[in-house]
Structures are given as structure tokens and as C-alpha cells.
């Protein structure tokens, strides 16, 4: 197998990338479009001697075809230089001179918790809601989510504080379900490697955010993130938690330096959660501001109105009130590397 990413002129006519992708397609290789504001660029996989034995430089439109090493393609800057920027109902996830905040609660546990969430983190300034309706918990017996109930409360929460919402899937078999309600589907740190949960949300039309699995290195997770691409859903976020280290002090270890090299590697755009990478409500807010000053396109963070009854992770959940004034230096953070919230 190889990859080969062939760039066409800006003054390539239209039917010349066609051409490639036919020629592509005769050779059984793969061939992914993609169309920039100054060029086309189309990304091939498939046997290595069937695609160098083709003199694709000579064929008319096409400026160059460079074989890509990385063992990530697609998604890889060198597949699509541009940014990806993903419409989430009007919020634009990835646009670099934008910032968007990402806020709920980590489980949704009832309406009236849900909707005091919600209201209060619409009002501080967050654009996407977040809450889950399936968790995965580390002891069977602990708390689960409240499955579907779940989900209808949270598109009751969309249409009352008009936010698009994000949440978990877990399990294959539920991918349908969650995303007939959500507007982003998540695959959590725990799902990163679960290929079939990976190939199953790459089949579907809803952008998906992908945390990093937390012994994942960040081959591995762009890896993840091919194997959604692959199969046609291009709308993928990338989400830093932290990862696990030798350190216990707190919960993970925020690898901050992952969002530039992502920046680097990918188009794709990335998320900083702070309150799962501390697990300690003293560091959420640190922690966020490393993450937008380090150039994250968004942070994710845990808000809870009473986070001492929280049936999920109370410990790292702000209260509304430090929330709203975490958005505040959010704002000036974001304003000094060129973002606006
Ligand atoms: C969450 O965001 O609630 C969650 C379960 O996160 P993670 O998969 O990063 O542990
Ligand atoms: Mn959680």
C-alpha cells in the first residue's frame, strides 16, 4: 500500500481532476477529492507499483504528485494545507480567528440540572453544549447515563437556548440513535482504538469529535482519526484530555504540547478539556487558558450547577459563576493570540 497526493494547477479546467480520479479509480486505487479556494488537491491510496508506474505529472492539469510517508493521510497537512473548519449549526469549529467554548455538564442527570447548565453557560458565552446521556464508567455499578431520556433532554435544551449539543456514543449499536438527537457525535479517551465504533461514526453525516486515547501517542490518534476520514465523514475535531503519565497528582497529564504539534500535522481542528485532563476543579482554569494561549480552536469544560451531588465527575466541575468568569480571561487570552469567543 502507499499513499500519493496529487496537487492540481489553480488553472487546472475542471475536468482535468476528473481525469486523475478516473485514471485513479481503473488502477482499483482509492481517490479522495478534495477542493481548496486555490486548488484541487486529490489524495490516492492503493498498490504502490500500479500508482508510480502512472507519469501523473504528465497528465494535463496536475502540477505535482508527492508520495505521503506519514502513516496518516488524509488527514495529514500535507493531504490539505487549508484549515478544516466544520459548521457546527452555525458555529465554526476551526476558523483561526474564531474561538468557541464548549461547556455542560459531564453526564446529563435531569432536566432541571441539564437546563440550569445550559442557561447559565449560554449566558457566560459558550456556543455548544455539551452532556451525556452514555458513560462509561470505570465500575460497572456506578451511574451509566440515562440513555435516551438523555438525549431527548438535551434537544429540548438545543431549542430553548438554541445551542447545537455534543455527546458520547459508546457502542456501535447506539451510533444511530445518538446521532439522530446530537450534533456532534464524541467517541471518549476509552473508544479511541474501537475500530468498528471509529469506521461505524465515519458513516455518518454529523461532525465527531475524537478524544485521544489516554495512552495513545499522537500517531496513534491521527491514525483514529483516518480510519473516521476513510470512510467519508470528513468533519472531524480532535479533543487533548491529558494522558496518562507517571504523575498522580492529578487525574492525566494536559499534554499541551500536542496542540501545536497537531496544528502542525493535521488540518483538522483541535480541542482542549481541561477538567478531564486535571480531574481537580483548582486546575480547569489554567489549564484552559494554557490551552487557548498554545492556539486550541476550542475548550471543553465541565460545568455543574451543585457539582457536590454530581452523579459524574464533581470534582473538576465548575460551578456557572466560575465559569462565567473563566470566559472572561478566555476572552482576553484568545484576544492575544488573534481569536475572537
Ligand atoms: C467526558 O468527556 O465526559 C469523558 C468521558 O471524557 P474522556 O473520554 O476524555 O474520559
Ligand atoms: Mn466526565
Not at 486555490?38 to 508520495?67: L, Y
Request: glycine share 8%; aromatic share 6%.
Amino acid at each position: 500500500m502507499s499513499a500519493m497526493i496529487i496537487v492540481m494547477r489553480p488553472d487546472a479546467e475542471p475536468g482535468d481532476a476528473e481525469a486523475v480520479v478516473e485514471r485513479l479509480r481503473a488502477i482499483d486505487c482509492e481517490a479522495h477529492l478534495s477542493e481548496g479556494r486555490f486548488r484541487t488537491v486529490i489524495g490516492a491510496i492503493g498498490d504502490r507499483e500500479r500508482i508510480q508506474q502512472i507519469p501523473w505529472e504528465a497528465m494535463p492539469g496536475v502540477e505535482k504528485a508527492v508520495p505521503v510517508l506519514k502513516p496518516f493521510k488524509f488527514v495529514s497537512r500535507d493531504f490539505q494545507e487549508e484549515d478544516t473548519v466544520i459548521d457546527v449549526r452555525g458555529v465554526p469549529l476551526g476558523r483561526p480567528d474564531r474561538f468557541v467554548a464548549i461547556a455542560g455538564p459531564c453526564a446529563v442527570e435531569s432536566r432541571d440540572q441539564l437546563f440550569r447548565t445550559a442557561e447559565a453557560v449560554k449566558k457566560a458565552g459558550a456556543s455548544i453544549l455539551r452532556g451525556d446521556a452514555f458513560k462509561p464508567r470505570t465500575s460497572p455499578y456506578s451511574f451509566q447515563g440515562l440513555g435516551e431520556e438523555g438525549l431527548q433532554l438535551l434537544a429540548e435544551a438545543r431549542e430553548e437556548f438554541d445551542m447545537p449539543f455534543v455527546a458520547e456514543v459508546l457502542d456501535p449499536r447506539d451510533v444511530e440513535l445518538v446521532e439522530s438527537y446530537a450534533d456532534v457525535l464524541r467517541v471518549g479517551t476509552r473508544n479511541m482504538a474501537n475500530f468498528t465504533l471509529l469506521q461505524e461514526v465515519g458513516r455518518q453525516s454529523k461532525p465527531v469529535q475524537l478524544k485521544r486515547g489516554f495512552t495513545a501517542t499522537i500517531e496513534e490518534w491521527l491514525n483514529a482519526a483516518e480510519y473516521i476520514y476513510k470512510e467519508g465523514n470528513h468533519e472531524i475535531v480532535l479533543v487533548e484530555r491529558g494522558i496518562r503519565t507517571f504523575e498522580t497528582a492529578s487525574r492525566n497529564t494536559l499534554d499541551i504540547t500536542a496542540v501545536p504539534l497537531v496544528r502542525g500535522l493535521s488540518h483538522l481542528p483541535i480541542v482542549v478539556d481541561p477538567s478531564h485532563a486535571g480531574g481537580k476543579r483548582e486546575l480547569v482554569v489554567p489549564l484552559a487558558l494554557a490551552g487557548v494561549a498554545a492556539g486550541a480552536d476550542a475548550i471543553m469544560v465541565d460545568v455543574h450547577p451543585t457539582p457536590d451531588t454530581a452523579l459524574v465527575d464533581g470534582a473538576q466541575a465548575l460551578l456557572p459563576s466560575d465559569f462565567a468568569e473563566l470566559m472572561a480571561a478566555v476572552a482576553e487570552v484568545a484576544a492575544a493570540v488573534g481569536r475572537s469567543v
